[in-house]
């Protein structure tokens, strides 16, 4: 079945440093998303893209976010400079067409942890 | 805001069937979802409601009341193995994401 697949599964950084978090979406899927979860705490959403820009973005993703698809494949979420309370699960989902109608598949997400 | 809320916690015998709630904001909305969430895992997707009424799945159904602004989740001859969060998510108009409550933790005993 295919399947979302992110990486790392887990990274451990220092406060201020860049980190990157790598996904690749089921392959015939046209929109994709960040969402993340703090421990203990909802999963929130982040951005949405399609068609190669952001169509959406919450609060949260402020100016230290960015997303970027270099390339077919690897949709990449990236934080320039990482504060404390960035430590959460960030995960990946792609959709088919838009979530209203459609499935969001998530990945298994990726732990950042900073020190 | 667009609140969701549903129980923080609940706790089921195996076997048994449990009810989870969750109440929405009605205005704009599209279509509700029910995603299981074991510890530490990804959330992964159990159903979703459009229309009013109920949706069979084996042992999972979910109900829709749309003017009410009210979903819940039944599980029938629960097992160890639905020990997990059970997430309530909807879709609004204007948004291509889903907005999640905190979900309800389910706890199965023996």
């Known amino acids: 079945e295919p399947e979302v697949t992110q990486t790392p599964s887990h990274q451990v950084t220092q406060m201020g440093q860049e980190v990157i978090l790598r996904c690749v979406p089921i392959s015939n899927h046209l929109y994709f998303y960040w969402y993340r979860q703090i421990l203990g705490q909802k999963v929130e959403f982040l951005v949405s893209f399609y068609n190669n820009e952001i169509s959406e973005k919450s609060e949260i993703f402020d100016d230290q976010f960015s997303v970027e698809r270099p390339d077919g494949s690897n949709f990449t979420l990236k934080i320039r400079s990482t504060k404390l309370e960035d430590s959460a699960m960030y995960f990946c989902a792609s959709s088919a067409g838009l979530v209203v109608t459609g499935e969001l598949f998530f990945g298994e997400g990726s732990r950042l942890t900073v020190l | 805001g667009q609140n969701i809320d549903q129980p923080t916690e609940m706790t089921a015998t195996e076997g048994a069937i449990v009810q989870i709630n969750c109440t929405y904001q009605t205005s704009g909305f599209n279509g509700l979802f029910w995603y299981q969430q074991h510890a530490g895992e990804a959330p992964t997707f159990l159903s979703y409601?459009?229309?009013?009424g109920l949706e069979e799945k084996g042992r999972f159904s979910s109900f829709l009341s749309r003017s009410k602004g009210y979903s819940y989740l039944l599980l029938k001859e629960l097992q160890m193995k639905d020990s997990a969060s059970y997430l309530c998510a909807v879709s609004y108009t204007g948004r291509r994401a889903l907005t999640f409550g905190s979900g309800t933790r389910l706890q199965v005993q023996p």
């Open positions: 409601n459009v229309l009013d």
